[in-house]
């Protein structure tokens, strides 16, 4: 589980492709808090650490990427030098500043349109699929991991605005029109939608 707060920026330095997609990743985390099978959010997926090595200013590590999480995501598409949202699991204890978030993209959505109001930005985003149904004003929504309020939903894209310091701490801030990102929808959401799907019809009123 995470929280959808972003803790620190990776670089691909290394995409392996083929049936078992392997990437390899920079990060500043120390080499110490690693373990084998631990797992690390990038853009917003949960990955699993498979190997590790200390660099000087942090760590490098793989994981790899499953065919499912490849049709999913955007990660396919990553390539040498990029950078990638980074956030380590939730401990037990650890402050929830953001919004349950649980790894697992729902599908990917498209920036349809950026606008850049001094310091602050804000995106419009087509969801994909049947994930608007999903998206409510002032509800939360994960974007290539990090936790978001959306602002407004229009058919089937919603707005969302960053601050500063997201533009500057993560990706979202190098975000352009026409670029994909991972979606993430809030688990409420998910499972009130369930709820409604699977209600049994409440019985006619008598005439």
Not at 162 to 170: D, L, M, W
């Given at each position: ?15 392996e ?11 500043p ?13 990038h853009a ?11 660099i ?23 390539e ?5 949202n ?26 349809v ?26 509800g939360s929504?994960?974007v ?26 993560t990706t ?9 990102v ?17 209600a049994p ?7």
């Amino acid at each position: 589980m995470f929280t959808g707060l972003v803790s620190a920026m990776g670089r691909v330095i290394a995409v392996e492709p083929g049936t078992r997609h392997h990437l390899t990743v920079s990060s500043p985390y120390p080499a110490a808090s690693f373990e084998t099978g631990c797992s690390i959010c990038h853009a917003g997926a949960c990955l699993t650490v498979t190997e590790f090595r200390a660099i000087e200013g942090g760590t490098a590590y793989s994981v790899e990427i499953s065919p499912e999480t490849l049709k999913a995501t955007m990660l396919g598409a990553l390539e040498e030098g990029d950078r990638i949202n980074l956030e380590r699991s939730l401990k037990v204890g650890d402050e929830l500043g953001g919004h349950i978030v649980t790894g697992h993209v729902d599908g990917v959505g498209q920036v349809v349109d950026r606008e850049d109001g001094g310091e602050w930005i804000t995106f419009h985003i087509a969801a994909s699929g049947d994930l608007s149904r999903y998206i409510a004003r002032k509800g939360s929504i994960a974007v290539d991991g990090v936790s978001l309020t959306v602002n407004a939903v229009d058919g089937h894209v919603f707005s969302v605005m960053i601050i500063p310091h997201t533009a500057q701490a993560t990706t979202l801030g190098e975000m352009q029109r026409g670029q994909a990102v991972n979606l993430e929808v809030d688990l409420m959401a998910r499972y009130a939608a369930r709820l409604a799907e699977t209600a049994p019809s409440a019985p006619e009123a008598p005439r």
